[in-house]
């Protein structure tokens, strides 16, 4: 508009336009500027107040952009970050190490939130999480009696779920475009990986079995958990997949299904998970011992219902087809 308005004075310069017209054109243009100007900040404001249907299935209201927000479960704060919501996050749980600038924020407890802790953060806004929101109702409706927006994000167990949590959250933050974009890169991902996979012939499909915690409480993952699905993603066929949800398995079991691949999620927390299943006792005729197929992959990787899931995915196709994928 300015560059207009420059051109305009100086076509009426060379014309010999009176100054008196040229002072009313240039009033004109700048009244067009103004309105311009007030459109484009209603545009930006448009997005809010927004109103979304939570896991809860209710319909909860932010009236303006977040400018503080607590987090209840790490996964929900790793989305945050990668929408670029990272800088308005005030507070997150004693579990949350991911990105490294959440060891520089304030926590608020960890399965048991601290509500006064969170209170007295003023955030304009808490996401919580299904998986706990029964247990922490009474909680969360103590945040809500202080005037806070309390939103319940989808406990996932599908990377089309996972999305649809992205979207909520971009949608709540005013970061729907980052959150399209960051949907649209994982999708190209996984799509790379599936397309390795399907040169995995059927001859050459591994079994593998999964465990979360080590014995004597061995605990794996069966159907409708990512875990499952991620080895259907690879190829790869899960030996506790005829179970429901996380269960907790019997060894002799484990020895019946004799997997070609074995994979732990617990390093973090355990020392040498590796060596602790080579020398099971008892389990030394299984293949993935024998061939020493053992590999512990990251839990957070595996489990965190964000956008480093594919990174998961792809740390357990290397672990399972190291001559397809760690290439």
């Known amino acids: 508009m300015k560059k207009l308005y420059s051109l305009l004075v100086l076509l009426f310069l060379v014309t010999g336009i009176m100054a008196g017209c040229g002072s009313n054109q240039a009033q004109e243009n700048n009244n067009e500027g103004n309105t311009n100007t007030e459109q484009a900040e209603k545009s930006e404001d448009s997005a809010f107040p927004v109103t979304i249907t939570d896991a809860l299935d209710q319909d909860v209201t932010i009236e303006n952009d977040p400018e503080k927000i607590v987090s209840l479960i790490p996964s929900n704060t790793e989305i945050l970050f990668a929408l670029g919501a990272g800088e308005e996050v005030v507070g997150v749980t004693d579990f949350d190490n991911y990105p490294e600038e959440t060891a520089d924020i304030e926590k608020i407890g960890g399965m048991e939130f601290n509500i006064e802790k969170i209170i007295s953060l003023k955030p304009d806004l808490v996401l919580a999480h299904a998986a706990s929101a029964a247990s922490a109702e009474a909680g969360l409706q103590q945040l809500r009696d202080a005037g806070i927006t309390v939103l319940v994000v989808n406990d996932d167990t599908s990377f089309e779920e996972v999305y649809k949590s992205m979207e909520m959250i971009g949608k709540a933050t005013g970061e729907t475009e980052a959150a399209e974009t960051t949907i649209a890169d994982m999708k190209k991902r996984l799509e790379e990986i599936q397309s390795k996979a399907e040169t995995i012939s059927e001859d050459e499909q591994k079994d593998v079995f999964v465990e979360v915690s080590p014995a004597p409480e061995i605990y794996s993952p069966g159907k409708n958990t990512f875990m499952d699905d991620m080895l259907t993603l690879i190829n790869a066929k899960n030996v506790t997949h005829d179970q429901e949800g996380w269960n907790q398995i019997d060894s002799e079991a484990i020895i019946e299904a004799n997997p070609d691949v074995i994979i732990t999620t617990y390093g973090y927390y355990s020392e040498k998970p590796v060596e602790q299943v080579l020398s099971r ?19 957070d990787l595996v489990t965190r219902s964000g956008p480093r899931l594919v990174e998961g995915v792809e740390e357990l196709a290397k672990a399972v087809y190291p001559d397809v994928f760690a290439k």
Not at 281 to 299: F, M
């Open 281 to 299: 006792d008892g389990w030394q005729d299984v293949t993935a011992v024998k061939d020493e197929q053992v590999v512990d992959v990251h839990s």
